[in-house]
């Protein structure tokens, strides 16, 4: 069979137009470099619009004592000390930067009084950070930066009398390969227009991975068809680590009424607004499950805790506001307890506490949701919501400054929520926005400066092409296999039965076992039609991808003996300091997935500095601590000296 | 044109591959038909009666109220009753030339050019088209790219025109407050006062004229005053369509009245003398 | 895929017709489809895909109304197929879905869209004030109200799909941005801090905002319910009565000057920069030059040479039979297709219009 290439030349590829993907685009293209952004659906459509609480950036514009260190102590807190320290640290004082600059390709944030942007509270955070428009700030973001890149295109039309000289967007293209030359440096990347069927080659020396995250593979999930985990599996294929793949984020509120909208967010912005939790019998549960690392911070009483909206300084937080896996488990154990609503959920109410006319102006597109997709009325009644796969914490293992992946492979990049680390073992809201810019950047900066060091270009070898083909065309020319969609549903149940919120040590084993039985039947998917728009193939080059990276994540967790974050072990409820110490790191061995300890990167002493010896003793071993309080006892010497 | 800058390239966008095929020329289900038609009939009924009206040249003004219908305000020809004609009679007395000829174009063009009758008259009597999703009924279309329906943009003119006249309409129901002994206060004048309230809505909840109170400005927050006004007439202005129906009622109506008081098919409803 | 899990309870069966078909032509094709209580019309075409079509194609990602991708007709109405609930439909009513009437089609429910961005790239972007670093923003929220509400816009291209300019006009296309772009039009003109003072002007130029004849059905489609008519095109439409037909404002600037100067700086800032040599032969006529310009890219970059493409060993084929495609690589490098399209081309043909 003889199949025609597209074949294009670039500097830099981008895989996935999301926000990460945009922001690499924007820096690659401005360093000079013929940029291609690969997208998977239409341009603009990207799954960064469902972001709606906003983006976490320290600017200070409503409490002026917030700033990088404060910041950077939260995320490290919500992610419960597993972050890469360096990632967190760039993030939280680079993410200013990157809003403002959002400003001068024309965002437009809410204001505060004083014209500048406001900022709204938000779990885990400790002062007003979020950068938001209403709660539409993901749309806004990805409308910017596709707006950017529009005006760039226009600036090199005026120059070189082509919009697409420099930049071009190739809109509901897939990638399934990376391709490598003999130094497993990329060459490019191959894969096919959605459209036609037709198959397209990129010949490239750098390759940015932007392609989201993994929640496809789970059954009750806010992500869209496109997050079948691509990046990781194109990065493990390539030769790339993953590392926290056993770290995934169930946001603590879906809808679970009416069914076929089940999975799709209630933005954290209603608890942040006033919205209360409560279950079947109408109690307001959360103060039940404060845990003690956060006794200090939270209301005890719901006295306290209502007054605190008015008068944040001089009360502590309603519990309702607790980071993200705390709410879920909450909401999980009151619904496994018997007590919670009909559709299995729980119930958030923001009517009793704000007016219809407030409801509408702060939470205009919650309104809006559930009046259209639930015909709930939001400012008379509450929702029913309950956990959804959300966020995998885990991803591309990658170097912090220049967001290089880490492994046997050069010229890969990622950035966004396919890259690892950032966010340890949980992320708090609001941090992937400015996440996706601060590293989306530094991919575009760094993907540039790498093609500038090459001497040749790395070259595609054709084997490889005719391999990718094949692989591609396999499941049209199987006959009488299995239907895809049958495969994708088996593996949704199994991850959202086996590999879910809750896990144990028999149904993760379990897992493995069907997993394996999974990637056998995937080998036999055959897919009617042709090639053009066909929806059923599709799904069944994704399966690969969903299948490969559920046995990381379902690996991973069955190695973690702990309980952190995103991963809860029954059978191991507690957090244990000699676990922070590792990051479990897979990779793949021919087709065999396999798992490694690596030691986390330690924290700098100035770094460590802005933690509490209390706090620091909740999350690491002694011998770390008696290192704490070496330091500290030197630094007081020091200043005793003085 | 100095301004106008170069035209996008040539090449139609998307004309090389076919649309859909389609058999169905809508496949609405719905009764689409239903506004377009109740258009047609409540217009073509209004403008006849008017007309009739207009070029009855009588029964227009009751002298012992001073009740003055709207359709004859104000009275300019050289056939109005003297004390009917607040404002002189300057005109021509041609049965041709309606009594309230200096006004009843200005009206007729800013009603014409109105916002909302613009989308009622192109959706009921031109069809272009008649409903959404619904083929336009043309083969050719330009829009109000050119001559004459580029005169649509003469919208600001006649509000211009049309707050005039309204105050005009003001001070005849003011004038009304009349009674052979002097002050006088009927169910003529709620109807006279309730038709200007009502003008005065819908002439304040113009497109135009919220373009003009503060539509125009870039920055509301240098001008405080001008937003407020525009969020009055902003407010107004969501009501716009049925202020346009309302006043057609009203001022049927109002006429009407005067016009079957000035008969004597019915005495006036008196309050006060 | 919202139903995997047992229905509460079981659903009625529901006749469904969906159009099926490519540009070669296609028909509506009769399903019987289970629905359950709660679900959407997207929730029937992914059932269907799972059951008795998996090639059906349709687009769609967020299924929240907040991407805007599943666009299409129901029962002849533009809408989202997430945000339209099988319980506003009778249960013995016939459901017909048919793909965008207004763009080529590409399959069943799927249709070309690029009209929409090659629009989208016509519109002069935001241009930032140059005195201004970023973090210096400062902007009053009754500012940026007006330009936020356009910015809600999903782009799931309802409203540009439902305008009978370009819907019942396929010739108007060239000339037409559509609702979606006088939005984007009035969000910039409105944008607080935007430098550029010609969008008006270039909205009723270049943008064709003098085809709308305000029936609203842009408005009456739009799924985030932005008040497209209202508060954009006819406030453009205001704007640029004020710069053109507004007697008093024509007064002042006649009086001040002032409309001279603005019309001389677009002009400017739209002119090409003066070329020493004529691209309209000897007629030195200066209609026929910019005529000419017009069709001339001369600042057009010429596609670089790429190296050829080599096979595994890094070295050129021998002979097309070891190599990956038929004939020899091109000297123009694997990135040029023949014929090139006219407007990329370094030469206007003296007669060419445009």
């Known amino acids: ?211 989201g995250g ?90 306290e805790a209502d007054r605190w909206y008015t008068d944040p300084d001089n009360n502590r937080r309603p519990p309702e506001l607790l980071p993200r896996d705390e709410v879920a488990r909450a909401i999980n154990a009151e619904v496994k307890a018997g007590r919670g609503s009909p559709a299995g959920g729980v119930y958030l109410d923001v009517s009793t506490r704000l007016s219809p006319e407030e409801i509408k102006r702060r939470l205009p597109s919650m309104y809006h949701q559930f009046k259209e997709l639930a015909d709930v009325d939001i400012t008379k009644q509450p929702m029913e919501v309950g956990p959804t796969c959300h966020y995998v914490m885990g991803g591309v293992e990658v170097d912090p400054d220049t967001t290089a992946a880490v492994g046997n492979v050069q010229g890969l990049f990622a950035a966004g929520e396919v890259s690892g680390g950032m966010h340890g073992s949980n992320r708090l809201g609001g941090n992937s926005l400015s996440d996706l810019l601060v590293f989306g950047k530094r991919a575009g900066e760094h993907a540039a400066a790498y093609v500038d060091t090459l001497g040749t270009r790395p070259k595609v070898s054709t084997a490889d092409v005719e391999a990718a083909v094949e692989q591609a065309l396999a499941p049209l020319e199987r006959k009488g296999g299995e239907s895809p969609y049958r495969l994708q549903q088996d593996l949704q149940t199994v991850m959202g039965d086996l590999v879910g919120i809750i896990r144990r040590k028999s149904e993760l084993e379990e897992a493995l076992v069907r997993l394996a039985e999974l990637r056998d039947r995937a080998n036999r998917v055959s897919v009617a039609g042709g090639r053009r728009y066909n929806p059923g193939w599709h799904l069944a080059l994704d399966l690969r991808n969903m299948l490969i990276v559920s046995e990381c994540t379902a690996r991973a967790a069955l190695e973690r003996e702990e309980s952190r974050g995103g991963h809860t072990r029954e059978d191991f409820p507690t957090m244990s300091p000699k676990w922070r110490t590792v990051n479990l790191v897979c990779s793949l061995d021919g087709d065999k997935v396999r798992l490694e300890h690596k030691p986390l990167p330690k924290m700098p002493p100035e770094l460590m500095k802005l933690f509490d010896r209390a706090e620091l003793a909740k999350y690491l071993t002694d011998e770390e601590l008696a290192e704490f309080d070496a330091l500290t006892a030197e630094a007081h010497a020091e200043e005793a000296a003085k | 044109m100095t301004t106008r800058t170069a035209p996008p390239p040539a090449g139609l966008p998307g004309s090389v591959r076919q649309r859909a095929a389609i058999a169905a020329r809508t496949l609405r289900t719905d009764r689409w038909w239903f506004a377009p038609l109740i258009t047609v009939i409540g217009l073509v009924a209004w403008v006849t009666y008017a007309t009739v009206r207009v070029f009855m040249h009588d029964r227009y003004w009751v002298g012992d109220y001073h009740y003055l219908t709207p359709f004859y305000s104000p009275c300019v020809t050289e056939r109005c009753l003297p004390e009917a004609a607040h404002f002189g009679r300057v005109l021509p007395g041609w049965w041709i030339i309606p009594d309230a000829a200096l006004t009843l174009p200005f009206l007729l063009l800013f009603r014409l050019t109105c916002y909302y009758y613009r989308k009622a008259y192109y959706r009921s009597f031109w069809l272009s088209p008649p409903a959404c999703a619904v083929p336009d009924a043309h083969k050719r279309y330009t829009g109000e790219t050119r001559f004459p ?41 709620v109807i006279l006062v309730g038709n200007v309230l009502m003008l005065w809505a819908y002439t304040l909840s113009c497109h135009s004229c919220r373009h003009v109170t503060g539509g125009r400005l870039k920055h509301f927050s240098r001008h405080p005053v001008r937003y407020r006004l525009w969020t009055f007439v902003s407010k107004l202005n969501v009501r716009h369509m049925q202020l346009a129906w309302i006043t057609l009622g009203t001022l049927a109506l109002t006429d009407f009245y005067i016009m079957a008081v000035a008969s004597g098919w019915i005495s006036d409803l008196r309050f006060i003398n | 895929m919202g139903n995997q899990d047992a229905p509460v309870k079981t659903g009625t069966t529901r006749h469904f017709r969906i159009w099926r078909g490519d540009e070669s032509g296609g028909e509506l ?56 609930r099988m319980s506003t439909f009778d249960d013995n009513e016939t459901v017909t879905i048919t793909p965008l009437r207004t763009f080529p089609i590409i399959r069943d429910l799927v249709t070309d869209v690029s009209f929409n961005y090659e629009k989208a790239r016509e519109t002069p972007a935001f241009a930032p004030p140059p005195d201004l670093a970023p973090g210096e923003y400062r902007m009053q929220q009754v500012d940026v109200e007006r330009s936020q509400e356009f910015r809600k816009c999903i782009e799931c291209f309802l409203c540009q799909n439902t305008c009978h300019v370009i819907r019942d006009h396929e010739e108007n296309k060239p000339a037409f941005s559509g609702p979606r772009f006088f939005i984007r039009a009035a969000e910039l003109d409105m944008h607080p801090l935007d430098t550029r003072n010609d969008r008006k002007e270039y909205a009723q130029a270049s943008q064709g905002l003098g085809y709308c004849n305000i029936t609203k059905c842009c408005t009456e489609v739009c799924p985030e319910g932005i008040k497209i008519t209202d508060n954009a095109i006819i406030p453009m439409k205001e704007r640029v009565v004020d710069r053109r037909y507004d007697p008093l404002v024509w007064l002042g600037s006649k009086i001040f000057r002032r409309g001279q100067r603005e019309a ?77 399209p006219p407007k990329d081309l370094n030469y206007a043909h003296p007669e060419q219009k445009d």
């Open chain 1, 1 to 211: 069979m003889t199949t025609r290439i597209e074949r294009h030349h670039y500097d830099v590829v981008v895989i996935g137009a999301g926000g990460a993907g945009l922001r690499a685009a924007i820096e690659a293209r401005l360093a000079g470099k013929r940029t291609a952004i690969i997208s998977k659906s239409l341009f603009g459509k990207a799954h960064t619009v469902m972001a709606e609480g906003g983006a976490a950036a320290a600017m200070g514009n409503v409490n002026p004592r917030d700033n990088w260190q404060v910041h950077f102590r939260d995320t490290m807190r919500g992610g419960k000390f597993l972050n890469n320290y360096r990632m967190a640290e760039l993030h939280a004082k680079e993410a200013p930067q990157r809003i403002w600059e959002l400003e001068t390709y024309g965002a437009l944030f809410d204001r505060t009084k004083d014209g500048k942007i406001s900022q709204r509270n938000f779990g885990g955070h400790e002062y007003p950070r979020l950068a938001h428009v209403g709660d539409r700030t993901g749309l806004e973001l990805i409308r910017t930066l596709q707006q950017k890149i529009v005006s760039l295109q226009q600036e090199d039309k005026k120059e070189h009398g082509d919009y697409e000289a420099r930049i071009k967007v190739f809109a509901e293209t897939t990638i399934t390969d990376l391709l490598l030359d003999s130094d497993r440096r990329i060459a490019g990347a191959f894969g096919y227009y959605r459209e036609s069927g037709e198959f397209v080659l990129f010949e490239a020396p750098a390759v940015v991975l932007a392609t």
């Open chain 3, 264 to 340: 001389e700086q677009t002009a400017r800032e739209s002119a090409p920069v003066g070329t020493a040599h004529s691209h309209a032969g000897a007629s030195h006529e200066p209609g026929a030059e910019a005529e000419a310009e017009r069709g001339v890219h001369w600042g057009r970059q010429v596609p670089q040479p790429q190296a050829p493409a080599v096979d595994s060993r890094g070295r050129l084929p021998i002979s097309e039979f070891t190599f990956d495609r038929p004939a020899a690589p091109s000297p123009f490098g694997e990135d040029v297709t023949f014929p090139m």
């Open chain 1, 214 to 303: 993994v929640g496809r593979s789970y059954k009750v999930t806010s992500n869209s068809w496109e997050y079948t985990g691509d990046g990781h599996a194109l990065a493990l294929r390539a030769g790339a680590t993953l590392i926290n793949m056993e770290f995934l984020q169930f946001h603590p509120t879906g809808m679970v009424w009416p069914p076929s909208v089940k999975g799709i967010l209630v933005t954290e912005s209603v608890r942040g607004d006033g919205g209360v939790l409560r279950n079947s019998e109408g109690r307001r549960f959360m103060f039940d499950y404060v845990p003690d690392v956060f006794r200090k911070q939270y209301a005890e009483t719901e006295e």
């Open chain 3, 29 to 84: 094709v009769d399903y019987q489809v289970e629905v359950n209580e709660g679900e959407v019309v997207l929730d029937v075409i992914h059932r269907l895909q799972a059951t008795q079509a998996p090639d059906l194609a349709c687009r769609w990602n967020c299924k929240a109304g907040k991407c805007g991708s599943c666009s299409m007709e129901i029962n002849g109405m533009p809408r989202l197929g997430c945000m339209t």
């Open chain 2, 149 to 189: 329906l580029l005169g649509q943009n003469l919208h600001r003119y006649a509000f211009y025109a049309a707050a005039i006249i309204s105050a005009i309409n003001t001070w005849d129901a003011i004038l009304a407050f009349h009674s052979p002994e002097g002050f006088g206060f009927g169910l003529g004048n």
